[in-house]
């Protein structure tokens, strides 16, 4: 056995003790803690890269602890689709945590630095443990270990409403905890296996129990609710606007992403596609509310006056996009689907990114205070606005490229209803891109015409730190539109995994 068969249990067991030495180290000097995290996710994300290169070039990686076969023993499991995903969740955390060291220092106390980076090390490790692992309890394990660093990472602001944001969302992700603990236990008194290839081979046989049924709405429900799908995304907009910049990159891009891959791991790898479109069709359910979470956090995210409000009410939209494609579930709409979770979290953490740079600089996040900001942080606004096209969707960008393969797999489907409601949802974005871009690109400081005496005329642009990840994100939306068809020799066969079952 290669180091490179090693790799899944590699990236768990590894961060979680370069946390326990960001604990001790940091309990001596506090200075320890960044290199520490900056190292070991950047390991994590190229191992990462090299593990689906292996995936794609032969075949599945499969890791049993401790040598235990399942179902006595718990797997960990590579494949294409959860390779894509694990190098998309690493990506995002290696930009953020490069953007997190100057803000932090801004935006938590300092008595609060080393646990910071101890949760924060702690969140990916179980974003990556729910990504990697093949046993449907242990999901539920690594999901509880995101959801606690989540829940205490947002109280870590020295906003005073971050503790009740914190509190919602620790509230409204414990009922779905609840739920999906529900709909486990239901799998495993009609299977007795936990096992989730085991499940897909063991599950047909019972697709018409009760126990069946309420397990899979069980699951439906507690993930829908942790990928904040609307209506069930009441935690999200406090969660996003009232935790630090690094904190709400993170969740943004990330957590949401690793719930709708959850989704999508368990309806189609587990259920697979013949309970959700023949014993049990809900995927059309599923459309109609994806359609509606398009245009309803696009009219939201419209009427805020908070910049990262704004951004936060677009991240239920943007969730819609992508559950539009399980609702379609056909190939090619599933390729769009599995581009926009890429496309999203990288537009989206340039986005939040930028949010966080003039909070950094001017200490607001209010929209009516940036106008004219364009003149002292231009690489930020440009950034901001190249991030914008592509969530508007403007070729060549990802955005573009994921919406495109959106309404063909609609039109495929006959579904060209839902194709115009995609077309409908990018006109709103535009509107809400547009307001920012038009407020810090022509807007004029209240008071004085020429701005010259205006905070924002005492701006700077952001350091480099944080410019350099939010850049590259902006770079990134641009890139995977034009080379789109490399992005797609690792969608395609994922999106034919999913399509096959288990």
Known sequence: MTIINHIPVLLVAIPILASLLILGLGWYDRRFCYPIALITILSQFLASIAVLLQVLDGGTIRYHLGNWAPPLGIELVIDSFNGFILVVILLLAFATIIYARRSVGKEITPDKIVSFY???????????????????????????????TAYTLIASSRKPHSYVASFNYLILGSIAAGFILLGIGNL??????????????????????????????????????KAAFFPLHLWLPDAYAESPSAVTVLISTVMAKVSVYALFRILFTVFT????????????????MATVAIIAGAILAIAQEDLKRMLAYSSISQIGYIMFALGVANEIALEGGLLHILGHAVMKGCLFMVAGVIIYRMGTSRLSDMKGLSKTMPISCAAFALAGASMIGIPPTIGFMSKYYLVLGAFEAGLWPYAAVLLVGSLLAAIYIWRFIEIVYFGVPHGDPHGDDHKNATAREAPLSMLAPMVGLGVLCLLFGIFVEVLMQAVGPAVLLLLGGA
């Open 118 to 148: 101890v949760l924060f090390q702690l969140l990916v490790t179980g974003l990556v443990g729910m990504t990697i692992t093949g046993d449907i309890f242990n999901l539920y394990v690594f999901l509880e270990i995101s959801s606690i």
């Open 273 to 288: 596609t013949a309970y959700i479109i023949d014993s049990f069709p809900v995927t059309r359910f599923i459309l109609l």
């Open 188 to 225: 495993y008194v009609a299977t007795g296996t936990l096992n989730m290839a085991e499940l897909a081979v063991m599950l047909p046989a019972s697709y018409h129990l009760a126990t069946v049924h309420s397990a899979f709405l069980f699951l439906m429900i507690g993930f829908s609710i």
